[in-house]
């Protein structure tokens, strides 16, 4: 799904085809296709395949389904910054958890949710508010791991997630310790995106240390994965933190290189949010709690108005940082010189 969304959504569209008329495969064939729209980046046809999901799920009565849906709505909205929806579909998830109780194998979605409801209040009112979800989250993948092998990948995942948050506090050591607990769960796993991840993150400790020789070995390891798997969806903080470390060891040309990938990648995040969110407005695939035009009407709005401060914000603090990285680079060019 990483490598090849594309074919993966035109194998699934072949079997939904196939297997219409049977919930269960609905269910499953509609969701991977939605995860695979997630993957492109293609937030609003995403969405659009989890209503489908939804739809299917209420007339079965399929409460572990709906919980999942919901969850994957609000994660939707919540790589789209608009958080006010993210909460709404994660607390109706959670809701429907204490409603409708989890069998064992699947008790795990309520990690899922605990685990968006830390992303969210993290973007939203940062690390500290987290804390506690990150917590309980991990508490529910670990638990239920014994039964689930496939839940290193959440595992792992959360520890690189609270790996950066030490980073951002500059708890270097307990960020190392989070960082090393992502590579072991991930370890038997073909986790390529995260293994990245957490090594860059291992390069960033070394250079905030100052160790920048080490920090290029750990962020050519990272490089090198995300190149022979062709990963396109890396964080595009991986190439900022490369940039940087390649500027403090004077070689301005990688420097340079990494810097304008980040901003590529940063650009194309933007962007991928700005058509989702456009899409989404267009087929008003969200509009399923607007009971009168009134009400459709100040969503819109509302979403166009958190669309254009967002959008604003990330280009202004991008071009900030690489004002600042260039001003740096010309009094530092001097020395070289």
Request: charge should be neutral; proline fraction near 2%.
């Amino acid at each position: 799904m990483n490598s090849n969304p594309d074919k993966v959504i035109k194998l699934g569209t072949e079997l939904y085809k196939k297997y219409k008329g049977n919930p269960k495969m609905e269910i499953s064939i509609l969701t991977i296709i939605g995860s695979s729209y997630s993957i492109k980046k293609e937030y609003e046809k995403a969405i659009e395949y989890a209503f489908k999901t939804r739809e299917i799920s209420q007339k079965i009565n399929d409460y572990p389904t709906q919980i999942q849906v919901a969850g994957f709505i609000g994660e939707k909205y919540h790589n789209l910054n608009i958080y006010s929806k993210a909460k709404y579909y994660a607390d109706e998830a959670y809701e429907l958890i204490e409603k409708h109780p989890l069998p064992d194998d699947l008790k795990f979605y309520k990690g899922n949710i605990l685990y968006l409801k830390a992303l969210i209040y993290r973007d939203e009112l940062g690390c500290d508010f987290a804390e506690t979800y990150y917590n309980q989250a991990l508490e529910v993948y670990i638990s239920a791991l014994k039964n689930r092998e496939m839940l290193r990948f959440s595992i792992a995942d959360l520890y690189n997630e609270i790996a950066s948050c030490f980073l951002e506090e500059n708890k270097l050591a307990a960020a190392k310790e989070s960082y090393d607990k992502s590579l072991y769960y991930a370890v038997n796993g073909d986790y390529d995106l995260l293994n990245a991840e957490s090594i860059a993150g291992l390069g960033r400790i070394y250079y905030l240390q100052k160790n920048h020789g080490a920090a290029k070995r750990e962020f050519d390891k990272a490089i090198s994965i995300l190149n022979s798997k062709k990963i396109e969806n890396a964080n595009p903080e991986v190439y900022k933190y490369i940039s940087e470390n390649y500027y403090a060891l004077g070689d301005i040309e990688n420097y340079t290189s990494y810097l304008n990938l980040y901003k590529q990648k940063t650009n194309t995040d933007i962007s991928a949010k700005k058509k989702s969110v456009n899409g989404i407005i267009v087929k008003k695939t969200a509009e399923e709690n607007s009971d009168d035009d009134n009400s459709s009407k100040y969503w819109i709005i509302s979403i166009l108005a958190i669309l254009i401060v967002l959008i604003i914000y990330q280009i202004v603090q991008t071009k900030v940082k690489i004002a600042k990285l260039k001003k740096q680079i010309s009094k530092d060019d001097n020395t070289f010189s």
